[in-house]
């Protein structure tokens, strides 16, 4: 029996060595350890021995056992310190590589230009304002000395919601809100970036909805000469130190006198070209003075107080400023027109 159990011992530490996965390990741990494996066969047949071999074959029965055991623990952890070391070298990274380049985003010509706009106001002493985009009909129009019945809201074709309720279809509500607010004090000095929605068709120069910019200023002894220093100081810094303006006689219902601003063409500088259609002006924005009626219906002594307002398309801005020639590229999120403008 002890020669058996030495068999057993040397073929076992073979088997041990030759495994070459922790599955193999157990294979050979089962098949000399296990319930049903040689030793412990060795080990029941003990009652055949005689009183002076038990103890001897039987200690060396449990060396053969725990020396296998041994080993196999040993190849486990072997075979477990080559599978990682693998792992580790078809895991490795060559720091040295350069990386992998990533895409940065850019700022949205639209949202360039509002900023560059509200640093220009705010440095002349405007502050920013808000207010709804789903408007009531009293603010959009009504405030604005535009009755239901006033043959003006024929220019707005509006998204309306309910009888009482709709998008706006300009910045204007805002001032009307604001100069509600201030009870009939002054002064108010505002502009009002933000979305509005008309019906329009889709194309290279309209859009159901857009950007735009109001402004508004009311105080005591405000004059028409007052709104055009502070959109001559705007064109300028905005167009260019070169750009002039000029004031055209226009019609707006909430502003009396009414204008049409023009900022001088900046590719032909006033000569004329395709741009400016031969003229030498562009046209920018419409402004004009506070109409008494809108001053009085938001609290204001119009005998006391004057003031100006004026509103600009901010995408009519930024195609003038980059040269774009098509309102919808605003719009798409097509990178390629997007990333033109890092430097914005």
């Not at 449990?62 to 078809?90: F, G, M, P, Y």
């Not at 929605?197 to 109001?214: C, L």
């Not at 220093?229 to 705007?234: D, H, K, R």
């Not at 055209?248 to 009414?258: D, I, L, N």
Request: with cysteine; proline share 4%; glycine share 8%.
């Amino acid at each position: 029996m002890r020669e058996q159990l030495e068999a057993l011992k040397k073929e076992a530490l073979e088997q041990a060595i030759q495994a070459e996965s922790e599955k193999d390990v157990q294979a050979v741990r089962v098949a000399y350890l296990g319930k049903k494996g040689p030793i412990t066969e060795v080990l029941r047949g003990m009652g055949k021995l005689t009183a002076e071999e038990r103890p001897i074959i039987g200690a060396l029965a449990n060396e053969v056992r725990d020396e296998i055991k041994t080993n196999l623990d040993h190849r486990s952890e072997v075979l477990e310190k080559e599978a990682l070391e693998k792992q580790l070298q078809s895991e490795s990274i060559d720091v040295t590589l350069p990386g992998r380049p990533s895409s940065q985003g850019t700022i949205h010509p639209l949202s360039a230009v509002v900023t560059e706009i509200e640093d220009i106001f705010l440095g002349l002493g405007f502050s920013i304002g808000e207010g709804p985009e789903i408007e009531t009909d009293y603010y959009n129009f009504e405030a604005l000395n535009l009755p239901k019945d006033h043959p003006a809201r024929d220019m707005q074709d509006s998204f309306y919601i309910t009888d009482e309720l709709l998008l706006r279809t300009q910045t204007s509500p805002v001032q009307a809100r604001t100069m509600e607010k201030h009870e009939g004090i002054g002064p108010v000095k505002i502009i009002v970036p933000g979305k509005v929605f008309r019906r329009d068709d889709d194309d290279a120069t309209h859009s159901h909805q857009f950007m735009q910019t109001e402004g508004l200023y009311v105080d005591k002894n405000v004059r028409m000469s007052d709104l055009k220093g502070i959109l001559e100081s705007f064109a300028k810094q905005f167009f260019g130190i070169d750009r002039s303006i000029r004031l055209r006689p226009s019609f707006f219902p909430f502003t009396e006198p009414s204008v049409e601003i023009d900022v001088s063409c900046g590719i032909c500088s006033g000569s004329g070209c395709r741009i400016c259609k031969q003229s030498g002006w562009i046209e920018v924005l419409g402004a004009g003075m506070i109409h008494p009626r809108v001053l009085e219906m938001s609290g204001f002594d119009s005998n006391e107080y004057s003031g100006f307002a004026f509103g600009m398309g901010v995408e009519r801005l930024a195609m003038l400023k980059y040269d774009i020639d098509d309102i919808r590229q605003f719009y798409t999120n097509d990178a390629r027109f997007l990333t033109q403008f890092k430097s914005v």
